[in-house]
């Protein structure tokens, strides 16, 4: 499985951007879907999941801002993004654990957020 995600930019404070994960290889092994972020001199967190029945998860940090989706038909996941800050900066992650248990990791893309 390659995951690619794209969408990402420099926005200006409280603008959003809705990034964009697409799979290709073998993409119907994926069971969840998760984006994850790095900031500037920080360990990548948790963002968001979504499980093969349309769960959501989110980390409290981004809960009511962010939202997660996904096109089963076209193998790609979403992440909308609201009311960014320029604490949102940084390079934004897509993951999936795929059958038989294995974790893909896109190569990430930039989000900057101005004020």
């Known amino acids: 499985v390659q995951l690619v995600e794209s969408g990402g930019g420099l926005v200006q404070t409280g603008e959003s951007l809705r990034l964009s994960c697409a799979a290709s290889g073998d993409a119907w092994r994926i069971n969840n879907w998760g984006w994850a972020r790095q900031r500037p001199g920080k360990e990548r967190e948790f963002l968001a999941k979504?499980?093969?029945?349309?769960?959501?998860i989110y980390a409290e940090s981004v809960k009511g801002r962010f939202t997660v989706s996904r096109d089963h038909a076209e193998h790609t996941a979403y992440l909308q993004m609201n009311g960014l800050t320029p604490d949102d900066t940084a390079v934004y992650y897509c993951?999936?654990?795929?059958?038989?248990?294995?974790?893909?990791w896109g190569p990430g893309t930039q989000v900057t957020v101005s004020s």
């Open positions: 993951n999936a654990d795929a059958w038989p248990g294995r974790d893909y």
């Open positions: 979504m499980t093969p029945t349309g769960t959501t």
